[in-house]
């Protein structure tokens, strides 16, 4: 088989004039940061240098493995396959990103060269006129030329003796200055297991780039071609698989930009909403703090009322006193030290004096109390648009002052709900106009005073309040009704709880002739009757009430309740009469 020479991946390929080796290509390691030594190829596709590999720390984990192993090494090439078993194995964790890496049996020297990383290094040295590269064949001196027919970089000592060689004396060399503007200086990749020859075969049955000693031993009769011939194939297969995955690299980069720019759009609205919350807050906090100031002027305003209101009261009595003491001691002085002519004399001014200040009127209790309670569940309107709470109150309730209302106060039902209201208000007989008093009510029987009714005490926050109750039986009830521990005015009193409202049987009716058809048995407990045989009342008939009324009581009221009684005691049976 002879081997064609194909353009498409040569060993050395210049780049186009002016094209400088982008930066795409692996130079360093990610962990020493300095250029690639020996770098191997992790299965993630992210490339470290041996040494720097040696140095992570390994963990066990327990694989199901065999020779046809995910892990790619070039020392597996030559392994033979091995049936499936459960193998203690060492792994380690890639130090870009964390992806767990199981090591080959060799460990970490048996993973894949990445030779791509080791020519991207060389074309690095070359941009730095050769600093760093060392020559191939004494390993000692820098390098200065490279020989284009052995691949070897060479210093000038050894470049001298390899043109002495009758072997190599036209081998081409090219100083390291002109290589600047090739993609691959690269060194031919030789076989792991034959050192001496360059893979240039490629196994079929193996998938594995093979030497010629290697087609002659363990890939015997295995199809296999030159690389050359079969790099389309097998190219083309993994551009078709690049094709396949680089719309899904556009749609994460796509996914990415739309996450980058919602959170820049997340964060624009947070920061919108923020000023929002702060410019809200500020406000309020203004309303709050002007709400505040209004209440302490308030309260400072009640307290100078106040204090006038004693300071006038405590003036007036203090002026009344003096008076009353001069009053007292002079007549004390004058019974006691002067004559009968001198009392008599002066009696007249003494006694129409002390007349005078006896009818004088005041009160022995202070005009204004200490009453004043802020409420902070109280609404107080608006500030700025704001709505505030808390309002200061002076009122206090007079139970005295206060009063029931209702149509049920001393009527009830059994069984049937009853309610009244109660209207709280202050010593000037004005209403509260808020909630919140302590109200009592109880409704007892006078035969059963251990069963109190349940009663209900619903606050309107008002200065009203809604009491309901439903007794079980018949009866005489006493209701209390307390504010602050005191009978509120008409508290306690009576209600007499009559018998179930009983609803009519019968119908309401003009006569008993239209409501029943006309038939001559219907009767009606008006106990009219008409000629010809009919039982019941008619129009303009003898019996007729001459209004509509009620066929089972004779009721003339539409909404009453029925009296009609069943059984023996009953004057006489009634038919219902049918409505038509």
């Known amino acids: 088989?002879?081997?064609?020479?194909?353009?498409?991946?040569?060993?050395?390929?210049?780049?186009?004039?002016?094209t400088a080796f982008g930066n795409s290509g692996?130079?360093?390691?990610?962990?020493?940061?300095?250029?690639?030594?020996?770098?191997?190829?992790?299965p993630c596709l992210h490339?470290?240098?041996?040494?720097?590999?040696?140095?992570?720390?390994?963990?066990?984990v327990v694989d199901i493995r065999g020779g046809d192993s995910d892990t790619s090494s070039e020392g597996s090439i030559f392994q033979e396959l091995k049936p499936h078993s459960l193998q203690p194995q060492i792994g380690i964790l890639c130090p870009v990103c964390d992806a767990q890496v199981d090591l080959p049996m060799g460990g970490v020297k048996a993973l894949t060269m990445d030779h791509l990383a080791m020519n991207d290094v060389m074309l690095e040295s070359l941009r730095g006129e050769g600093q760093g590269l060392v020559c191939d064949l004494c390993s000692d001196r820098e390098v200065e030329k490279r020989c284009q027919t052995c691949k070897a970089n060479l210093c000038h000592f050894c470049c001298q003796a390899h043109r002495r060689q009758k072997k190599t004396t036209y081998h081409v060399m090219?100083?390291?200055?002109?290589?600047?503007?090739?993609?691959?200086?690269?060194?031919?990749?030789?076989?792991?297991?034959?050192?001496?020859?360059?893979?240039?075969?490629?196994?079929?049955?193996?998938?594995?780039?093979?030497?010629?000693?290697?087609?002659?031993?363990?890939?015997?009769?295995?199809?296999y071609d030159f690389t050359s011939n079969v790099i389309h194939k097998h190219g083309d297969s993994v551009r078709e698989l690049l094709k396949g995955t680089q719309p899904h690299v556009e749609a994460l980069e796509e996914a990415l930009a739309q996450i980058k720019s919602m959170n820049s759009a997340l964060q624009e609205r947070v920061e919108t909403v923020a000023a929002d919350v702060r410019a809200f807050s500020e406000g309020y906090i203004k309303a709050i703090e002007e709400h505040r100031?209004?209440?302490?002027?308030?309260?400072?305003?009640?307290?100078?009322?106040?204090?006038?209101?004693?300071?006038?009261?405590?003036?007036?009595?203090?002026?009344?006193?003096?008076d009353m003491r001069t009053g007292v001691e002079f007549t004390e002085h004058l019974l006691t030290s002067g004559s009968d002519l001198e009392i008599l004399i002066t009696k007249g001014v003494v006694v129409e004096r002390l007349r005078k200040l006896n009818k004088v009127e005041y009160s022995a209790r202070p005009g204004v109390n200490d009453k004043i309670c802020f409420s902070p569940q109280e609404k107080a309107g608006q500030c700025h648009g704001y709505e505030v709470y808390g309002a200061i109150n002076t009122k206090e309730v007079d139970p005295a002052k206060c009063v029931l209302q209702g149509e049920d106060l001393h009527r009830a039902r059994e069984k049937q709900t009853s309610s009244f209201t109660l209207l709280c208000k202050d010593a000037a007989g004005e209403s509260m106009g808020k909630g919140g008093d302590n109200i009592h009510v109880a409704v007892v029987p006078k035969d059963k005073k251990d069963s109190p009714v349940r009663t209900v005490v619903q606050d309107n926050k008002d200065g009203t309040y809604y009491v309901s109750y439903t007794p079980k039986e018949p009866g005489v009830y006493t209701v209390w009704v307390c504010v602050k521990e005191q009978h509120v005015q008409g508290s306690p009193f009576n209600v007499t709880v009559r018998k179930k409202h009983r609803p009519h049987q019968g119908v309401?009716?003009?006569?008993?002739?239209?409501?029943?058809?006309?038939?001559?048995?219907?009767?009606c407990a008006c106990g009219g009757t008409m000629p010809g045989g009919y039982l019941g009342c008619g129009h303009g008939h003898k019996g007729h009430p001459g209004r509509p009324h009620w066929s089972c009581c004779g009721k003339f009221a539409e909404k009453s309740e029925c009296t009609y009684s069943?059984?023996?005691s009953a004057g006489r049976s009634l038919l219902r009469t049918v409505a038509l």
Do not use: W
């Open 508 to 523: 309401f009716h003009c006569c008993t002739f239209c409501s029943s058809g006309g038939q001559k048995t219907a009767r």
């Open 47 to 60: 490339t470290v240098c041996t040494t720097c590999l040696e140095k992570l720390e390994p963990f066990s």
């Open 1 to 18: 088989m002879s081997e064609s020479r194909k353009p498409l991946l040569g060993f050395v390929h210049k780049l186009p004039s002016g």
């Open 293 to 322: 100031d209004k209440l302490l002027q308030q309260l400072k305003d009640i307290r100078v009322q106040k204090e006038n209101s004693l300071q006038l009261q405590k003036a007036q009595l203090e002026q009344l006193l003096a």
């Open 566 to 568: 069943s059984g023996p």
């Open 174 to 223: 090219v100083d390291l200055k002109d290589l600047k503007g090739y993609s691959r200086v690269g060194k031919p990749i030789l076989c792991p297991a034959h050192p001496a020859e360059e893979l240039r075969l490629f196994c079929e049955l193996c998938d594995r780039p093979v030497c010629r000693d290697c087609v002659v031993g363990e890939h015997r009769e295995h199809p």
């Open 26 to 42: 692996k130079t360093h390691c990610p962990l020493c940061m300095g250029l690639f030594r020996a770098p191997r190829l992790l």
